[in-house]
């Protein structure tokens, strides 16, 4: 466990590592470097930099990348970003993560727009799940987009991900039938809890295969889901955001104090 400043160590084997922040500034300011940091070694180690986004206050957690000096200092043109679930929205819907991370953060930096993957808005939902995967697929093809060795799934270079007070992560919720989904990369839910109810979102084989994962959690209405995700008495009942273990990568948990307040020590 590890407080303010502290440093992430290398991937190589599963790791968890706590990062508890006194202020929600503070943890944007650490997730960033964390972020440029990984852009830098991924750029210099693959050529590319694959980057999964996630919806909620995440994006408003990355603002620090789009000031100086990583506005400068980041090699923008090496980024290829993703959705780790989107809702079936036009791209100019409020609901659309899309539309959410464009306003707060891609249209600030000098990402090419190529390398931006939204979902095909004009399918249903299960034909944009369908066309995801089928571009995943291409970009392994390519080469942009690496893949797991051991999983046979895709590896991302980082997820960033967030995590609801049920402890939902991307669309996948607690008790859906869909958390045990081991085929596919991409599905598609119907009857999503939280509306709106059509959504795509990665399966656990791809977020699970992932190199790293910087999970942002903050404020006291997650406490509860944080205490059972981190507490070393596991349940039977898993929630969906105990199930994302990674297969041989780096989790780490970005929280401020509130987040953590019902865990002991």
């Known amino acids: 466990m ?14 968890r590592d706590l990062l508890i922040f006194d202020a929600e500034e503070n943890l944007a300011v650490s997730l960033a470097k964390y972020t440029a940091d990984l852009s ?10 694959t ?22 200092t980041v090699d923008w043109t090496k980024w290829h970003v993703f959705w780790v679930d989107e809702r079936v929205v036009p791209k100019d819907h409020e609901d659309s993560n899309y539309k959410l991370a464009l306003d707060g953060f891609l249209s600030k930096v000098p990402i090419p727009t190529g390398q931006v993957y939204a979902i095909n808005d004009a399918l249903s939902a299960e034909g944009a799940a369908e066309d995801y995967e089928t571009i995943l697929k ?8 690496a893949m797991s060795k051991t999983t046979g799934f895709p590896r991302f270079d980082l ?25 596919k990369w991409v599905t598609h839910i119907l009857d999503s809890p939280k509306p709106p109810p059509q959504r795509i979102t990665f ?5 699970n295969s992932s190199a790293y994962v910087a999970m942002v959690v903050t404020g006291a209405g997650k406490a509860g889901a944080v205490q059972k995700a981190i507490s070393d008495k596991k349940t039977s009942d898993l929630l969906p955001v105990e199930m994302a273990v990674l297969d041989d990568g780096e989790f780490t948990w970005f929280t401020d104090k509130e987040a953590v307040s019902m865990l002991q020590n």
């Open 203 to 207: 399966t656990f084989p791809v977020i």
């Open 138 to 145: 291409q970009l392994v093809k390519n080469g942009v987009l």
């Open 51 to 72: 980057v999964v986004l996630s919806g909620g206050s995440l994006i408003h957690a990355l603002r620090k990348l789009t000031e100086a000096p990583y506005l400068q």
């Open 40 to 49: 830098a070694k991924f750029a210099a180690e693959r050529g590319a930099f």
């Open 2 to 15: 590890a407080t303010d400043g502290a440093a992430a160590a290398p991937a190589g084997s599963s790791k």
């Open 159 to 183: 997820q960033l991900l967030g995590m609801g007070p049920d402890g939902h992560i991307a669309s996948l919720f607690p008790g859906h039938p869909l958390v045990k989904e081991n085929k």
